[in-house]
């Protein structure tokens, strides 16, 4: 990893200036100086806490070289907005009813990994 690949350096910059922020705004809310459930219109910040895998996601997905990373981002998108789902009952869902969605994620996950690998075999070469 280094600092002259301009990809790799502006991703670490962008997850370490949004770690900055969602810490300082956490912070904020636990020293009483902004309302964020008013602010925001949500019951508890705590409630949101599967936000953080989208965006690990949408950060992985913007810095991805290779398929396969594109996958790996997909999949914490995916993982977020299932907890997000399931925590906040999101049209009446629960864990009880989405923990299926996982099985299917897994499945699309081994056949995404085959195609990555074989894509890798066509073109000779390793990404």
Same mark, same amino acid.
């Given at each position: 990893m280094t600092y002259t690949d301009g990809r790799k350096?502006?991703?670490?910059?962008l997850m370490g200036t949004l770690f900055i922020f969602i810490g300082t705004v956490l =912070? /904020?809310?636990?020293?009483? #100086?902004?309302?964020?459930?008013? =602010? /925001?219109?949500?019951?508890? #910040?705590?409630?949101a806490w599967p936000i953080v895998f989208v965006l690990i996601g949408i950060g992985k997905i913007v810095n991805s070289p290779t398929l396969k990373q594109v996958g790996e981002g997909i999949w914490w998108i995916f993982l977020g907005s299932w907890l997000y789902v399931s925590i906040n009952h999101v049209y009446g869902l629960s864990f009880s009813e989405t923990w299926p969605a996982m099985i299917i994620a897994v499945g699309i996950n081994v056949l995404w990994e085959s195609f990555v690998k074989n894509s890798r075999v066509k073109e000779g070469g390793v990404q």
């Open positions: 350096f502006s991703g670490r910059i =912070l /904020l809310q636990k020293l009483d #100086i902004i309302y964020l459930e008013e =602010l /925001l219109g949500i019951r508890s #910040i705590w409630s």
